[in-house]
């Protein structure tokens, strides 16, 4: 977690953590193996996740 400084508040960005990708590419291969997703729209959610 990274904490960003202005003149009068203090912002949280967090980046996202290895594990909530692998948690999301999980659950878009469940959608894959499920059959609402294609495996084009699966290859391209993972290739962003990773990106």
């Known amino acids: 977690m990274l904490a960003l400084k202005d003149k009068n508040h203090t912002k949280t960005a967090q980046t996202p ?3 909530s990708v692998a948690d999301e590419i999980i659950k878009y291969k469940q959608l894959l193996d499920e059959g609402i997703i ?3 729209e699966f ?3 993972k290739t962003g996740l990773l990106s």
């Open 17 to 19: 953590s290895v594990e």
């Open 38 to 40: 294609t495996e084009e």
């Open 43 to 45: 290859s391209a959610k």
